[in-house]
């Protein structure tokens, strides 16, 4: 999964985090790593892409290296992230992006995302959202050089930063 904010920062410019994305994405590219998105964050991507991801994603069709998720995926995490102990903000928060993490699930359990707050949201409330299998959490910001290591070395959930199996 690529969140919408990868999507929107990366481009030709040679700022650091559009730099990030942009070489993101090429590895994923050139590597033939799939892109998959579910119809509502297709939907958020032609809102809010920028031009490269727009060119990006035309090649990565025309490469047959893309899949919209259909229908959505419904695991029950909504209903159980409803139910979480915090406050209203909070909630709306992790219902903002729970999509990233329903998607993952049900796909290759990885998300290329520049959220962090919302990581750690999902990571301590793992047991509620009763979370069944690890999901890589990448930052291509963090640590650009070796995010594009690890994908170049196929994107091995274990070798990456994740929100923990509920156990």
């Given amino acids: 999964m690529v969140d919408t904010n990868v999507a929107r920062s990366a481009s030709e410019s040679l700022h650091p985090v559009s730099d990030a994305c942009r070489r993101v994405m090429e590895t994923m590219f050139d590597g033939q790593h799939y892109v998959v998105l ?5 939907m958020e991507w032609q809102k809010h892409q920028s031009g490269y991801s727009k060119r990006w994603l035309v090649r990565m069709k025309a490469k047959k290296l893309w899949h919209i998720l259909a229908p959505e995926p419904d695991s029950g995490l909504a209903a159980r992230a409803k139910k979480i102990a915090c406050t209203e903000a909070v909630r709306q928060e992790i ?15 990885v998300v290329l995302s520049m959220e962090t707050n919302v990581f750690d949201l999902f990571s301590e409330h793992k047991k509620v959202l009763k979370v069944p299998h690890p999901v890589a959490w990448v930052n291509p910001k963090d640590d650009i050089d070796a995010c594009v290591a690890w994908i170049e070395a196929g994107a091995d959930v274990a070798k990456a930063r994740c929100v923990p199996a509920s156990a």
């Fill in 95 to 109: 219902l903002k992006d729970l999509h990233l993490l329903e998607n993952a699930l049900t796909t290759d359990k």
């Fill in 38 to 42: 579910s119809a509502t964050q297709f």
